[in-house]
């Protein structure tokens, strides 16, 4: 695994998404498929393997709360799994491998009742686990630099 304070590697193939870098530019480069959706931009950057192994479906997005010339940089990325049985299965596969890899997470929250959120600080570098309910459950992965 590259160093997370460098970017976020796609293990498979090399490529490495650095922190800080055009959005745009990163999205071309690798392939991403751009949408505009809602006052957002998505980049949707298919199936890949990151974290030493976990082979996930990412998305990056920017809102657009500042004028057009403003560059767009990549600051996150995101894994996202809506369903019940789908939800809690994925929410303990990857609890299992952050923890694995990274240790006990450095802090960890009830929000809600039945939510979770795990955080992992790795250098400058956040990694959250969230579980959480909104009509069924749902869990959301974020990687992200400060």
């Not at 650095?18 to 999205?27: I, M, N, P, Q, V």
């Not at 498929?33 to 192994?53: A, F, P, V």
Request: proline letters at 2%; charged letters at 25%.
């Amino acid at each position: 695994m590259k160093n997370l304070s460098e970017g976020i590697l796609f293990e498979e193939n090399g490529a490495l998404l650095k922190w800080g870098k055009s959005l745009d530019t990163l999205g071309k480069t690798n392939h991403a498929k751009k949408e505009d959706k809602n006052g957002r931009t998505y980049y949707y950057w298919g199936t890949h393997s990151i974290l030493n192994g976990l082979n996930l479906d990412l998305v990056s997005d920017y809102l657009h709360d500042k004028p057009w010339y403003f560059p767009r940089k990549f600051h996150s990325i995101q894994h996202i799994v809506i369903g019940d049985i789908e939800a809690k299965k994925s929410f303990s596969e990857l609890a299992k491998h952050l923890t694995e890899h990274f240790g006990e997470p450095q802090k960890e929250e009830n929000v809600e009742q039945d939510d979770i959120l795990l955080l992992w600080q790795i250098d400058s570098v956040t990694i959250q686990l969230y579980f959480f309910e909104m009509h069924c459950y749902r869990v959301h992965l974020t990687i992200k630099k400060k």
